[in-house]
């Protein structure tokens, strides 16, 4: 019961690995023991808030998901880089041609300077 309610708290929170297609999830998950959801928010806590590898164990630790910071380093050097290149590709959609730069206006002496 305690499992299902946190596979459903991890699952409707926005999750990395969930981008990739049904066929890809499973070949990108294939042989692990925890569930694709509580692996990609670990590799995702890991890698947006900077935290250390013991620091995501203890996070997951209070939701009730034991797992060693040995496991959270392999999943995050393994699944870390497919989890960037998927949002690398994400935001390449979303770059434009347009940029905007502020003015700066610098009073010296009294008098308005354009740098």
Same mark, same amino acid.
């Given at each position: 019961?305690?499992?299902?309610?946190?596979?459903?708290?991890?699952?409707?929170?926005?999750?990395?690995?969930?981008?990739?297609?049904?066929?890809?999830?499973?070949?990108?998950?294939?042989?692990?023991?925890?569930?694709?959801?509580?692996?990609?928010?670990?590799?995702?806590?890991?890698? @947006?808030?900077?935290?250390?590898?013991?620091?995501? /164990?203890?996070?997951?630790?209070? #939701? +009730?998901? *034991? !797992?060693?910071?040995?496991?959270?380093?392999?999943?995050?050097?393994?699944?870390?880089?497919?989890?960037?290149?998927?949002?690398?590709?994400?935001?390449?959609? @979303?770059?434009?041609?347009?940029?905007?730069?502020? /003015?700066?206006?610098?009073?010296? #002496? +009294?008098? *308005? !300077?354009?740098?």
């Amino acid at each position: 019961m305690l499992q299902q309610t946190l596979l459903g708290v991890l699952s409707s929170s926005r999750q990395i690995g969930q981008t990739a297609g049904v066929e890809d999830a499973k070949q990108l998950y294939h042989g692990y023991r925890f569930h694709p959801t509580i692996i990609s928010h670990a590799v995702w806590l890991y890698h @947006r808030f900077c935290l250390s590898l013991r620091d995501v /164990e203890d996070l997951l630790a209070e #939701r +009730g998901i *034991t !797992v060693s910071y040995e496991s959270i380093r392999h999943w995050c050097n393994r699944l870390g880089l497919e989890y960037a290149r998927k949002l690398k590709k994400k935001r390449l959609g @979303r770059l434009s041609d347009t940029w905007y730069l502020d /003015e700066v206006f610098i009073k010296i #002496r +009294g008098e *308005t !300077v354009f740098p």
